[in-house]
C-alpha cells in the first residue's frame, strides 16, 4: 500500500518568509507525527497528533512553529518567519495506533536563505 | 548523559561478516525499542522492533535486549554492501509516544 507522503520534498526561502509543509500519512493510520533530522542535533521530536488532537508539542522549539491536523488524516507544520536556524529535514511518520511502530515519510529538505 | 547513546562509527566491517551495531538508554522506563535504516539522503526505514527482554530474529537481522543493562543490539548477519548505511536506535518511553533517537551508527560494509 501507499506509505506516508510529503510535500513538497523540497523548499528554499528566504529568511522572515512563512512556509507550510505537508504529511499524508499512511490511510487508517491514527497516530501522527513530526520531526526533524539536523546535521548537529540528530533526529528530534516536534509534535504528535492521535487524530485531531495533539496531546504532546513538547518538541516545537518556539512559537513560530505551528501544526495542525484535519480530518484525522492530514496535517500541515507551518513556520513563521523562517530563521537560517530553521534549516533541516522536516520528517512526518505515522502510527496505526499510538503503542505501535512509526513508519516515516521521505521528508520536506527546507532550506532558509 | 544523553537519552539514547550510540557509536558514531564508522564501523567497518568485510562483506559476509557479522556486523554488530549496539545502544545504550538511561531511562528505566522505556519500554519500546526500535531500529531504523537510513541510506544517505533517504529517511528512516524500520527494520526491528523489540518489546521484551531477549533475542528477536528477522532474516539475517537479530535485536537483542537487555532491560536490566538498559542495552539493545543489532545484528546483522551475512553483512552485504547494501547493508552499508546509519542505523539509528529509538526508544519510546512509558507514558509518552515520541521516539526518542541515538544520534546514529554509520556502518560500511566492504567487499
Known amino acids: 500500500g501507499a506509505g506516508v507522503s510529503q510535500s513538497p520534498s523540497n523548499k528554499v526561502t528566504e529568511k522572515g518568509k512563512d512556509v507550510e509543509l505537508r504529511c499524508d500519512p499512511i490511510s487508517g493510520h491514527t497516530a501522527l507525527y513530526w520531526y526533524r533530522q539536523s546535521l548537529g542535533q540528530g533526529l528530534e521530536f516536534l509534535i504528535y497528533f492521535q487524530g485531531n488532537s495533539a496531546p504532546d508539542k513538547s518538541g516545537l522549539p518556539s512559537d513560530r512553529f505551528s501544526a495542525e491536523r484535519t480530518g484525522g488524516s492530514v496535517s500541515t507544520l507551518t513556520i513563521q518567519r523562517t530563521q537560517q536556524e530553521d534549516s533541516a529535514v522536516y520528517l512526518c511518520?505515522?502510527?496505526?495506533?499510538?503503542?505501535?511502530?512509526?513508519?516515516f515519510g521521505p521528508g520536506t529538505r527546507l532550506t532558509v536563505l | 548523559q544523553k537519552e539514547v547513546e550510540q557509536n558514531s562509527g564508522p564501523l567497518s566491517v568485510p562483506e559476509g561478516a557479522i556486523a554488530s551495531l549496539n545502544c545504550t538508554y538511561s531511562d528505566r522506563v522505556s519500554q519500546s525499542f526500535f531500529w531504523y535504516r537510513q541510506y544517505s539522503g533517504k529517511s528512516p526505514e524500520l527494520i526491528m522492533s523489540?518489546?521484551?527482554?531477549g533475542d528477536k530474529e528477522d532474516g539475517r537481522f537479530t535485536a537483542q535486549l537487555n532491560k536490566a543493562s538498559q542495552y539493545v543490539s543489532l545484528l546483522i548477519r551475512d553483512s552485504q554492501p547494501s547493508d552499508s548505511a546509519t542505523y539509528l536506535c529509538a526508544v519510546k518511553v512509558q507514558g509518552a509516544q515520541k521516539l526518542v533517537f541515538g544520534q546514529g551508527t554509520r556502518l560500511t560494509i566492504n567487499p
Open positions: 523489540i518489546y521484551s527482554n
Open positions: 511518520a505515522s502510527s496505526p495506533d499510538r503503542q505501535n511502530e512509526q513508519f
